[in-house]
């Protein structure tokens, strides 16, 4: 995979997750006819409303609690449950994706570095790095990220999260973008937190 379609990809892919919150940014090219009458920018309460108005009946609905955080164009904020912490679980492997380009743009990594899949790197939902280990075939650390980020793949999230100097240097990443959370395991226990 190329670089920029990996990082198209990871752009894609990528929640930016700050202070526990999931953070939703909408952006629209479409024209005024397909917007709804009641514009986020005409009513700045509007969308803080429709959050605390159906997000407590999803909540009840699937017994779960739900956090949201949406910036608009206009640069409102509107949040549920904004100040409180939730499991980031897979969402956290768009930023090992994230790291590792960071780490190719500094020329500490190369994304066609070839690696070989071992028997321990097979755990719970690793599809691809099953894939490249009963073919005995290397793979690349773009395409292990490209499984990470698209499939989720367990296997290749945590030798990537090797590749980057385990959990340690990861939460340092963290820390230095400004996210306010740490990744205490690697999977499987990521999603057991």
Not at 78 to 92: K, L
Not at 170 to 179: P, R, S, T, V
Request: charged share 25%; glycine share 4%; aromatic share 6%.
């Amino acid at each position: 995979m190329q670089r920029r379609h990996f990082l198209q990809k990871t752009l894609l892919a990528l929640p930016i997750i700050f202070s526990g919150n999931l953070l939703t940014g909408c952006k629209t090219n479409l024209s005024d006819d397909y917007l709804p009458d009641d514009k986020i920018t005409n009513n700045p309460n509007l969308l803080q409303n429709k959050l605390k108005e159906i997000l407590p009946i999803w909540e009840n609905k699937f017994n779960a609690k739900i956090g949201m955080t949406i910036i608009a164009d206009n640069g409102e904020l509107s949040s549920h449950r904004g100040n409180e912490y939730f499991p980031v679980n897979s969402t956290i492997k768009a930023f090992i994706a994230s790291h590792i380009l960071l780490l190719v743009d500094k020329e500490k990594l190369d994304l066609n570095e070839k690696i070989i899949i071992k028997e321990s790197d097979l755990i719970e939902y690793s599809p691809v790095c099953k894939k490249y280990f009963d073919e005995n075939k290397p793979i690349s650390i773009s395409e292990l990220c490209e499984a990470t980020i698209t499939l989720s793949d367990n296997g290749s999230a945590n030798i990537l999260l090797d590749k980057i100097g385990g959990l340690t240097a990861f939460n340092q990443f963290l820390k230095e973008i400004g996210a306010d959370m740490v990744l205490a395991n690697n999977e499987p226990l990521l999603n057991r937190s």
